[in-house]
């Protein structure tokens, strides 16, 4: 599939409007609308510092976490046009999940199978040849391997020759052992967990098993899920299951620390930011409305509160950029159809921009270009099209491309500015890849909803091989 592409200034904001081959529209009435609806959304003030200093955690003081090296955006690509560049059907079946970028090859999983394309999305390996267990799934490490799971944990090469698998356990729960989306720390040990009940870290060189501890599921009875990984920082990581909720693990050896808390109850972690942030987590306020209730709370290393955002509307944190900068996504929680919009917060709570009914926060790029993504709704489902936004620092609307076909459901943005977003499966998987004007992501705490490009989901200590860097390499 081609595009065909048009740019014109609108006041001084420049537009992209596309109209895709054999598509019917590329504005997509509904989605306008609901974007168009922003003042219906409620605008955020300033975060609360009314529980500063104040903390219900039991964890102490957790030592190691990320200092950061102060980082400055950079130039956009010069005399680049936003636009689709081609789209990739693959026969998988199943939701793609974490698409990686590897030197010149783009990765992803999909229900039972490993795709390995090149940059130009040709074929380069898929594994298993023969599919027979639901793999979940991807890291990469530096020098290119895979890592993923399914009834065992797998490694391969970037060209998807296998280097070592570990099985699980028999199941606790169905059929066959199934497993999480894994972690990958900077030392190169690899996190899992699965349904017979246990978490596993695995040396990612050779798959020795440096320690398993029992975690139980998440989740009771036939449909249970296995304990899942949120992320990591330092020496910590985030997990959870279902009789102790999130709490914090140590990376060492597998021991819990303790839970994330403040006087109302539990505060589950969900991403990390440098020092001078923290930890951001979540409480759930209430959940009977449509998309529930929800409160922010920003935890310095002993859990203590910085501030935080009452839980008068469903959101959730989803960057963390220059100069240690939260961007929220939020939403009416009434309204099934109503804007997803973006606030962003200063490292000290105050609210420097938003909101805009842009969508959800996706990628933060080196050029200070922050992308999200809304997906028209039809019939309460995300089924698309699709619009994809860049904004400035302020938010501000810089281009925007309306995309036909499903929405996507994970994606990466590589140092040449081209982003590759998966989707799937009701028209069959599919890869896709469109030009930005972004030199990569930005070499921050959190810039990606998996951390970087790798799919590690964990901010190292001054860890700049996370980022892939001018050239496509990860150094």
Known sequence: MFVESKLHAVGSRVVVTCALLFACSCHPAAERAALDAASADVAPADAQH???????????????????????PVSPLPAVEPRLLWTRQVPGIGLPRRVVITDDRVSFVAGNRLFVLDRSGNDVAAFPESPH?????????????????????????????????????????????????????????????????????????????????????????????????????????????????????????????????????????????????????????????????????????????RWSLPGDRAQSPSLVGFDSRLVVTHRDPDRADGPVSLSMYDSGGALVAGPTAAGTGWFWGADNAIYAIACQQQQGSLSGPFRLTALNDTLAEQWHLDIEGECPSSGALASDGTMYLTRGPASGVELLAIRTQSPGLAPVAWPSAVHDNRGTAWLGSNDSSSFERAGGQNH
């Open 50 to 72: 009314e529980d500063s200093g104040i903390t219900a955690s039991n964890f102490g003081c957790i030592e190691g976490l990320p200092m950061g090296v102060p980082a400055d």
């Open 133 to 305: 267990e639901p793999l979940m799934g991807l890291s990469a490490d530096v020098s290119g391997n895979l890592y993923f799971a399914g009834a065992q944990a797998y490694s391969v090469s970037k060209d998807g020759a296998l280097r070592w698998q570990i099985p699980f356990g028999s199941p606790l729960a169905g059929d066959l052992t199934a497993a999480s989306m894994p972690l990958l720390d900077p030392t190169g040990t690899l996190y899992v967990s699965a349904t017979d009940g246990f978490l596993y870290a695995i040396g990612s060189q050779d798959g020795s098993l440096k320690w398993k501890a029992q975690v139980g599921l998440a989740g009771a009875g036939p449909t249970a899920t296995p304990a899942f990984l949120a992320g990591g920082a330092g020496p910590v990581f985030s997990a959870r299951n279902a009789s102790s909720g999130l709490a914090l693990y140590r990376a060492s050896d597998g021991k819990v620390l303790g839970k994330a808390a403040v006087a109302s109850g539990p505060v589950s972690i969900w991403k990390f930011g440098y020092q001078d942030l923290g930890m951001v987590g979540l409480q759930t306020v209430e959940n009977s409305s449509r998309w529930g209730r929800q409160a922010i709370y920003v935890l310095d290393q002993c859990g203590r509160v």
